[in-house]
């Protein structure tokens, strides 16, 4: 297990190093910026039933269930396509409204999570389009989807999820600049634009992981903490969902994600001096808008963790610490900003001796409903 590890001491640290390389392979032979292509054979395949798709429906579970949210954004914002984001588990109890013009993509790490499974099950003898998104190659999902996209991640064994999250993105945000080009939502320049920056992603992923060792005096600070509150808004907010997710998992701590403008509808009220407050502030995006909110948690005392583009100065001078991520634009965001999230929570569960790779009471693939 040792030489597994590859000279890191969980399989979790080392699978949150891999993302540079895991978000290369998920580009191969996909993304082709020279040519200002991207090619996804699941999508080329069955372009025509992208285009007539009235709404696409993203059933998920867990983290994949928040990387859904994040290609509701993108979808949305490049290829103006309606997205709804469901539940598996209760998406497949409702009765939902599915027709024939719905595409619904299933997201799944391990292609074997039995609500998702399920969920797809139902969608299709509705008359809708499947499309797989998993890293199992083979898997339950892969097979019982129409189409799909490998995020070839490469083997996930900690049980919280780290390179499948960032990977699953890209290929979405890959999806959804194809079907942008196609729909003609998005000009050739934009498009070329988009890719450019896509490529310089797993450079910057490589950046972002550099604040590993700031991110652990961060962590030694707050690691007693009882309860922690993450915010973000836009492209941000489900990686503040994720941030709570990872924290929650291994370290047993409290912690609930909230998009920052709701802050003020019930999490406010929990803020005192005990309590730290991630917030993702990167530029653009609502940044000014964030930076309000930073104040109102500063004048209620609280404990602000920013995450902030390289070179902020106006979370700087209000946080009580900030982690730097590279610029990029803003959709893809939070391919970068995940990174110091997944590192804190690391490093907060390994000083409060917690069984990273195996957390409590959850499993790496849950086959059961
Ligand atoms: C479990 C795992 C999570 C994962 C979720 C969905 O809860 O512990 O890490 O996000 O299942 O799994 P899937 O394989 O469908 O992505």
Not at 66 to 81: K, N, P, Q, S, T
Not at 86 to 114: C, W
Not at 218 to 230: M, P
Request: glycine share 6%; with cysteine; aromatic share 6%.
């Amino acid at each position: 297990e040792q030489i597994e590890k590859g000279g890191y001491d969980h399989f979790m640290l080392k699978e949150i190093y891999e993302q540079p390389s895991a978000i290369l392979d998920t580009f191969r032979g996909r993304l082709l910026s020279n040519e200002a292509v991207i090619k996804l054979a699941g999508v080329e395949d069955n372009m025509k039933k992208f285009l007539a798709a009235d709404r696409i429906i993203v059933v998920a579970c867990g983290t994949s269930w928040h990387a859904g949210l994040v290609a509701e954004y993108i979808f949305e914002d490049l290829a103006r396509i309606p997205v709804e984001v469901e539940y598996a588990s209760e998406f497949r109890y409702r009765n939902p409204v599915i027709t024939e013009k719905d595409i619904v993509i299933a997201i799944s790490q391990s292609g074997e999570t039995a609500d998702t499974l399920a969920a797809i099950k139902l969608a299709k003898s509705k008359g809708a389009f499947v499309f797989g998104v998993c890293n199992v190659v083979g898997s339950s999902i892969a097979r019982e989807s129409d189409a799909g996209a490998y995020t070839h991640a490469g083997p996930e064994i900690g049980v919280a999820s780290t390179k499948a999250f960032t990977t699953q993105i890209t290929v979405l945000t890959l999806m959804a600049l194809r079907l942008a080009r196609a729909k003609g939502t998005m000009s050739s320049s934009e498009f070329r634009h988009h890719l450019i920056e896509l490529e310089t992603i797993p450079g910057k992923v490589e950046e972002a992981l550099q604040s590993d060792a700031y991110v652990k005096t961060v962590a030694d600070i707050y690691k007693d903490s009882k309860n922690c509150l993450y915010l973000g808004r836009g492209f941000n907010f489900p990686v503040a969902l994720e941030g709570a997710l990872k924290l929650k998992e291994i370290s047993y701590i409290h912690a609930e994600g909230y998009p920052a403008a709701e802050m003020k509808h019930g999490p406010i009220a929990l803020i005192d001096e005990q309590m730290p407050i991630i917030v993702i502030a990167t530029k653009k995006g609502h940044y000014e808008k964030v930076v309000s909110n930073i104040q109102e948690i500063k004048s209620r005392k609280g404990r602000i963790i920013g995450i902030v583009t390289k070179g902020d100065v106006s979370v700087k001078e209000l946080a009580d610490h900030v982690i730097e991520v590279p610029e990029t634009i803003e959709c893809l965001t939070p391919l970068l900003t995940t990174i110091p999230l997944q590192l804190l929570s690391y490093h907060i569960a390994v000083m409060l001796n917690k069984n990273v790779d195996q957390p409590r009471n959850l499993a790496k693939s849950v086959t059961v409903e």
